[in-house]
Nanobody, 116 residues
Framework: QVQLVESGGGLVQAGGSLRLSCAAS????????MAWYRQAPGEQRDAVAG???????NYVDSVKGRFTISRDDAKNTVFLQMNSLKPEDTAVYYC??????????WGQGTQVTVSS
């Protein structure tokens, strides 16, 4: 069992930046990938960014060029740097530890609110 704890969310004005962190209780290197998802009120939970154990990254089109996912395996932590934030980025952001079949573990989520 691995616990994931997100932090770094908050309220920011449009155009601002936030850096989310996801601290794992175990080795993140044992997972196929780590990912960030987000869920807005009344919406489904969607993937935002992912990073494989080898460091390959991918992003949903709406955040490309604005968000950067990274990982520190020595600290078992994953980050999401979010720049040029828009009101439509408002959501609860979740960290996920991924197996080949999909998310194996979820964090509790951290709220990101972007005001216009």
């Amino acid at each position: 069992q691995v616990q994931l704890v997100e932090s770094g969310g908050g309220l920011v004005q449009a155009g601002g930046s936030l850096r989310l962190s996801c601290a794992a209780s175990g080795s993140i290197g044992s997972f196929t990938a780590m990912a960030w998802y987000r869920q807005a009120p009344g919406e489904q939970r969607d993937a935002v960014a992912g990073i494989t154990s080898g460091g390959i990254t991918n992003y949903v089109d709406s955040v490309k060029g604005r968000f950067t996912i990274s990982r520190d395996d020595a600290k078992n932590t994953v980050f999401l740097q979010m720049n040029s934030l828009k009101p439509e980025d408002t959501a609860v952001y979740y960290c996920a530890a991924m197996s080949a079949r999909g998310p194996s573990y979820w964090g509790q989520g951290t709220q990101v609110t972007v005001s216009s």
